[in-house]
């Protein structure tokens, strides 16, 4: 395995801490209210909710954050169980199988279901995380500025690629993203680029600024279009606890879509969107009563929902041990830990082994928490689902605005904040995939640097796509990531013709 | 023709980019096209994406064009037009009179375009007790200094 585990130990330790007890409780609860209301999930919550991490010490930041997002999931699994509306896209396969228990009166017992799913996933996941952080940490060292460059276009293909349907509309995504990371004076010659004159813009259009824009203004003026139709009708809770059929029903499908989740996380561009869905449908195929699914089949709630938690403590592997985000969410996170000062990336393990396993022991007692939360305090929990959206999304507003604040004390920002609001809401009408933007906009920075540099060591493109079997292997990659979609779709295609000809 | 606005909006950004890559001024140190070659990558990425993104828009002509038609549906116009005037005077408010005040009238003018004039004495309330425990909780818990 190659961890000593007295670090582990040692990291547990620190992060039963009661400071840090506090940090996840507080996290935890946070991130259920905000990934409760519908439209806004962990990527909103952690981008509102940044500005609270100022001054803390970076490893309290990361569990508050990491907190955050898995409170979010809980939370979003909770709208689309009660209200049949999903918080994000990790939470959609949630409804297929929990809305209809809640509406058999069995709101409760799904309630309890996917949060004892989601820890189980979450801890599976934890243990993949402490067998695979380290060698992929130890196998990054190798990395020079060209593989860290292909790997970051191999990244960015990838989430490109899975915007599902809309690949053009992904590299334009990603385009506007990268040419925002390209604004401001260049860091190696000192040249002024696209400033259009203004000091403020020399120093960059601060990325967070553009995260809070897209994720809390945009997601909101969103919602303001859908404010007046009318949610699906609420259910009572009904009973608290599942039963031992229940049980007996979900187990299996819960441990099996745990490590799937967890490898779908670590994978570039996937995250927990995608992993629940394919769980879903993974489970629907093996089971011995498919016709379940869909009425209210408890393993069609418990799979997913193990799975989406899985994946979501394996996307921060990449994001710590490579420095490369593989999701919206641990970009936004990423963004925030590099502004405390804190440079994840292979060094991290070697530097600050503490806080590392503090952070990942922090995650263990974080979805032990959350759980004890959403069952005990089930009814307080569908309090807040009553009150009135017309409510909190001005204050959802207010504080997009005081957290864009607090980044550079300058009302520049908060037009920067509105044109990417207004930005976020055209993209959302015109179903732009958001993802890759942000990545872009936070790796884009770093990616240009490693493109110059090892410009420098290989003469063209053809160089350094063949500088090492590492870097010919990224460039593979990129291309079956690339070519992904168009394949399937060919196999689709074929296969319904023959079907057709079968038929005929 | 509402369908060919983002498209072209996209390739025209790209030929401004690919212009501005080339104009910027050449570097002393190092590679004097250095800081050139990243923008001229990006604004051929748009430009190509936007040309495909167009002919997928051009085959898909006889399909009717959906995506804007929210924004111009019941109240939704008003909504996002009232917003963008209130987070505009906020923006010119916030540094002039300070924090508090133009937070609450920021909060008042979003919820009484929700909410309505009938829930008054909710609205004020809220907009009020926010703001004062958002000002606290800033200024003296996190010690962020507002203006």
Redesign the interface.
Same mark, same amino acid.
């Given at each position: 395995m190659g961890t000593d585990m007295q670090v582990v130990l040692d990291g547990f330790l620190t992060a039963i801490q009661p400071g840090n007890l506090f940090w996840i409780a507080l996290g935890g609860f946070l991130g259920t209210v905000v990934g409760m209301l519908p439209g806004l999930g962990p990527a909103t919550a952690i981008a509102l909710l940044i500005?609270?991490t100022?001054?803390m010490d970076p490893t309290s930041a990361l569990i508050l954050m990491a907190a955050i997002y898995y409170g979010a999931m809980y939370g979003g699994s909770r709208s689309s169980i009660l209200l049949n509306t999903p918080g994000d896209g990790s939470a959609i396969a949630a409804t297929f199988d929990g809305y209809p228990m809640a509406q058999k009166g069995q709101a409760g017992q799904a309630l309890a279901m996917s949060a004892i799913a989601s820890l189980i996933g979450g801890l599976i996941a934890v243990v993949g995380f402490i067998v695979l952080a380290k060698p992929l940490a130890n196998f990054a060292l190798k990395f020079g500025p060209a593989e860290y460059f292909l790997l970051m276009v191999f990244t960015l293909s990838a989430i490109v690629a899975l915007a599902k349907g809309a690949m053009?509309?992904g590299?334009?995504s990603?385009?506007?993203g990268?040419?925002i990371s390209?604004v401001g004076i260049?860091l190696?010659?000192?040249?002024?680029?696209?400033t259009m004159g203004s000091p403020h813009l020399s120093e960059g259009i601060d990325f967070l600024v553009v995260i809070i824009g897209i994720y809390a203004v945009g997601e909101v003026?969103y919602n303001?279009?859908t404010?007046?139709k009318p949610v699906g009708e609420k259910k009572s809770v009904g009973k608290k606890w599942i039963t031992k059929e229940q049980w007996k029903r979900s187990k299996w499908p819960i441990i099996r879509n745990g490590p799937i989740g967890f490898v779908i996380g670590v994978l570039p561009g996937a995250g927990g969107a995608i992993a629940s869905m394919l769980s879903y449908s993974f489970e629907k195929q093996i089971s011995k009563h498919p016709e379940e699914f869909g009425e209210g089949a408890v393993e069609g709630l418990a799979a997913p929902e193990s799975s989406n938690n899985a994946a979501a403590v394996g996307a921060f592997i990449p994001m710590l041990a490579m420095g490369i985000p593989g999701s919206g969410t641990t970009a936004v996170i990423l963004g925030a830990i590099v502004m405390l000062g804190l440079k994840p990336g292979p060094l991290l393990f070697e530097n600050n082994p503490d806080m590392v396993w503090t952070f990942i022991n922090s995650m263990f007692v974080g979805n032990l928490f959350l759980v004890i939360l959403n069952i005990a305090l089930v009814g307080l929990l569908v309090k807040i689902l009553d009150t009135?959206p017309?409510?909190l999304?001005?204050?959802i507003?207010?504080?997009a605005?005081?957290g864009t604040?607090?980044l550079g004390?300058s009302?520049v920002d908060?037009?920067i904040l509105?044109i990417f609001?207004?930005v976020g809401?055209f993209m959302k009408?015109?179903?732009f995939p958001v993802a890759p933007l942000i990545l872009a906009v936070i790796v884009g920075s770093d990616m240009?640097q490693n493109?110059?540099m090892s410009?420098i060591s290989h003469p063209d493109i053809i160089g350094i796509a063949t500088a090492s079997p590492i870097t010919i292997a990224l460039v593979i990659m990129t291309i079956i990531s690339l070519g992904f979609p168009f394949l399937s779709a060919w196999l689709m295609d074929r296969k319904k013709g023959k079907t057709s000809e079968e038929s005929m | 023709m509402i369908r060919y606005i983002?498209p072209l909006l996209?390739i025209v950004?790209?030929i401004a *980019?690919l212009i501005?890559a080339f104009t @910027?001024?050449k #570097?002393?140190?190092?590679?004097p096209n250095?800081?050139m070659? !990243?923008?001229a990558l990006?604004a051929i990425?748009?430009i190509l994406?936007?040309l495909?993104?167009l002919f997928?828009e051009f085959k898909a002509r006889g399909v009717k064009f959906t995506?804007?038609t929210?924004?111009r *549906?019941?109240?939704?116009p008003m909504? @996002?037009g009232v #917003?963008?005037v209130l987070?505009?005077i906020?923006?010119i408010l !916030?540094?002039r009179i300070g924090?508090l005040f133009s937070?609450i009238i920021?909060?008042l003018g979003?919820?009484f375009m929700?909410?309505g004039r009938k829930k008054w004495i909710?609205n004020i309330l809220?907009a009020v007790i926010?703001?004062v425990v958002?000002w606290y909780a800033?200024g003296t818990l996190?010690?962020?200094?507002?203006p």
């Open positions: 500005p609270i100022f001054g053009v509309k590299f334009i990603m385009a506007i990268l040419m390209t260049d190696q010659t000192g040249v002024y680029r696209f003026l303001f279009l404010i007046n009135p017309r409510i999304y001005p204050l507003m207010m504080l605005f005081i604040y607090t004390y009302t908060f037009i509105i609001g207004f809401l009408l015109l179903k240009e493109f110059r410009l | 983002t996209s950004v790209g *980019l501005g @910027l001024p #570097s002393t140190l190092g590679n250095g800081p070659y !990243f923008p990006i990425i748009l994406s936007g495909v993104y997928q995506d804007f929210q924004i *549906l019941g109240k939704s909504y @996002l #917003s963008l987070m505009i906020y923006t !916030f540094e924090f937070t920021f909060l979003l919820l929700l909410n909710t809220v926010f703001s958002t800033f996190l010690q962020v200094s507002l």
